[in-house]
Each structure stands twice: as C-alpha cells, then as structure tokens.
C-alpha cells in the first residue's frame, strides 16, 4: 500500500517493499507534479494511475533499493563472494575494498554515476597512489579496482536493484600523472646462460629446496601447485604427477589446502627421468628423518615442508631463493619467472600453442597466446626465416 502526501503542488508517493538483511523496513518514494492546466479530477484519476504503476515497478523490482555501496558491498561478501571465490582472491578484494569504500561507500548506488566511478579510477593513475613508493598503481592493480567495483554493480543488477552497470563506461587510464604511458611491465626471464647458472648454483643447496627448484623449471608449475604435491600424487612408473590441489596462505587462515586456480590447471604433468631420480632421493632422505625426530612429527603426506612434517609456508621458497640469489650475485626474478622460462622455451622448441596451454594448465590457449604472444611472434618469424633460408639454399 503506498502512502500519498501532499507537498505544495507535488505529491511524494512511498512504497513499502518489506525489510532487508538487517530488518530495516525497504522503502521507494518518487515525486508526481501535475500540469497546472489539469482539473483537480483529473489530478486526481492521474495522481492514482501514477501510485499503481509505482507500486508494479516496485512489485517487480525495477526500482533501485535504497542502499549504499559499502553496505551492498558487504552483502556480495557474504552473500556471493564467500561462497564463489578462493580465499586469496577474498583477501585481495578485502584490501581493495578498503581504497574503495572512502571514495564510493557513502553513496546510493543509484547516484553513482560513470563519471564518479571514473574519477576515482583516474585518481588512482595519479602520484601518491601506491602508499609504499608515491608513485601512481601499476595497470593492473588499476584493473584489479574497477573490477571489483563492476562486481558489485553486477550483483545488484542480477538482483534487479539497478537496471545497468556504470563500469562498463569507465575506461582505464592510458597515461599516468607524469604523462607517461601506462604499460604492462615487462616479465623478467632468465636467459639459457643464466638458468644454466643457476641449476649448477642450487646443486649443492639442501634437497628440498634443489627439488622445488628444479620441478618449477621442469615442469613450469605455479608455486602453489609445487606446495600442494603429494607423494601419493607421483607416479614413478610412468613419470608423471598430479596436480589437483594448491598450498595457499591468508592472515585469517594461516597455511591452507585449496582447489587449483581453474578446472584446466587440474592436470597430468610429464617429467624427465632426472626428475623422478631426484624426487626418489628425496623421499628416502624425508623417511629418515621422519624417523628421526619421532613423535615430534605431524603425520602429512606433502612433499614440502617444515622441520615438523606441516605443510612448508608458500613464502617459504621465496625467502630462500631471495637469499640465495643475493648470497651468490645472481640476479631474482621471484618464481613465477621460472613459469615464463618453462613456456618460452616451448614456444621456442615449436609447441604449439594448444599443447602448451594444457602443460601449463591455463583455461584456454587463447590465455597462452596473449600472455606469450611476444615469444609466438618471435618463433612464428623464426619458422619464417628457416623456410626462407632453406628454399635460398636449395635453388
């Protein structure tokens, strides 16, 4: 039942639509001002046809709830997010969240506009954005923010709370405060020489760490696919392992078992017999010392892991390798380096892109094609050269 009052030549029509999640009462109102040149019946047959189409708006949820976009926010978190997302990508749109609320939270989601959503995208473009370096965020931080906001305006129109999505007007900046041009930046690989180095550096490092090193660059798996193996997962007979779980790290959570990041990274991994040799020294060296240290151990069947038998921390790894490249002069590119050195080297050796997509366990081998479309070129106009130079050399 809608509830009419009179204001001067206006009427102001309330809709109650019950409560939401918090038990506060769900209300839309709208003004109706009639044309001077109606006879009050008229004002009045029309005052009547405008409360009942109101209310059918209402009834049907074409009309905008009467909510803010840290509250709404907050719904898609406990709502949708937690139950659809992983945790590491929680935690990352938690601390997202935080730069967004201050710019966005206090508005009806009605009222934001492209351009309000577009402000604060520039803003982020701008010196003094990265709190840590007072430079502008990097293009895909950047991307990271609007894509979050664009969740949340999606959630509210899939519920029928708004009728479109502000964010897809909204563009990424270009150029940052300085006027320089915003791009990816450019993955730093090792060379041939330089991983040749660093296999003969870590030959004498202890054996876990020479094991997770060589399989990231056997095998170009993302780290927490290296930490989430277990032994029941190899198979020394045909070579090969089983990715099917992660290793991963929160605050909240403290070191956690997950899925793998998309269904596709679920995956058979071929390895070479020098691989299975060394994980096959490697497992007598962690029987032993399971033995060793008796009941201090905590029964697990990873192949990483601490001094107890727990799972090994994910930045474990990183710490280890940040030193050791320090302690010896070569230069760190973090893991995921050796993940783009495993899939050049295919592109390299003429894999085709489909074959390549599936070793690394991406969705698509469009996904492979566009984060390595710079190494397909190069070999793409290799194959080119060689065609050329053996029909030169044939005539």
């Known amino acids: 039942m809608a509830t009419i009052t009179k204001r001067g030549k206006s009427y102001r029509i309330v809709v109650s639509c019950g409560y939401d999640i918090y038990g506060k009462q769900i209300t839309h109102s709208k003004t109706w001002r009639p044309s001077e040149e109606m006879s009050a019946s008229q004002v009045k047959k029309e005052l009547n046809r405008q409360v009942t189409l109101f209310e059918e708006e209402c009834s049907h949820g074409t009309v905008t709830e009467n909510i803010k976009f840290q509250r709404l926010a907050e719904m898609w978190f406990d709502e949708y997010a937690q139950f659809n997302h992983r945790s590491t990508s929680l935690q990352r749109d938690r601390q997202l969240a935080s730069r967004v609320y201050p710019a966005l939270g206090h508005q009806w989601i009605d009222k934001i506009t492209a351009h309000d959503i577009q402000v604060f995208i520039n803003s982020l473009a701008r010196n003094g954005a990265n709190k840590r370096n007072g430079k502008p965020l990097s293009q895909k ?3 990271h923010h609007l894509s979050f906001i664009s969740s949340i305006f999606e959630y509210a129109k899939n519920l029928d709370m708004i009728s479109s999505n502000p964010c897809r007007k909204v563009v990424i900046p270009k150029l940052d405060a300085n006027g320089k041009l ?3 930046k450019e993955k730093q690989i090792y060379t041939k020489e330089q991983i040749k180095e660093f296999m003969q550096m ?13 399989l990231a660059v056997y095998t170009g798996c993302r780290r927490g696919e290296l930490l989430g193996l277990e032994w029941k997962d190899i198979n020394f007979d045909e070579q090969v392992f089983y990715v099917h779980q992660t290793s991963n790290y929160t605050a909240e959570k403290g ?8 269904v596709k990274s679920t995956r058979t991994v071929n390895m070479p017999q020098v691989i299975c040799e060394l994980l096959k020294e490697y497992k007598l060296e962690q029987d032993k010392y399971k033995v060793s240290i008796g009941d201090q151990w905590v029964e697990n069947d990873r192949l ?6 727990e799972p090994m921390h994910p930045n474990t790894p990183y710490t280890w390798l940040m030193r ?4 010896n002069n070569f230069p760190f590119y973090g893991i995921h380096t ?13 894999i085709d892109p489909t074959t390549v997509a599936a070793t690394l366990g991406h969705s698509t081998p469009i996904t492979t094609m566009s984060t390595y479309s710079h190494y397909f070129a190069q070999s793409k106009q290799r194959a080119s050269n060689a065609v050329a130079e053996f029909l030169e050399k044939s005539g």
């Open 141 to 143: 931080t950047i991307k």
């Open 182 to 184: 915003m791009t990816k």
């Open 202 to 214: 870590i030959e004498t490092a202890p054996l876990k760490y020479k094991v997770f090193f060589k």
């Open 255 to 262: 070191v956690y078992t997950d899925g793998t990041k998309t």
């Open 304 to 309: 990483f892991i601490k001094w107890n038998g």
């Open 324 to 327: 050791e490249c320090e302690r």
């Open 338 to 350: 050796f993940r783009h050195l495993f899939a050049s080297l295919e592109i390299e050796a003429g």
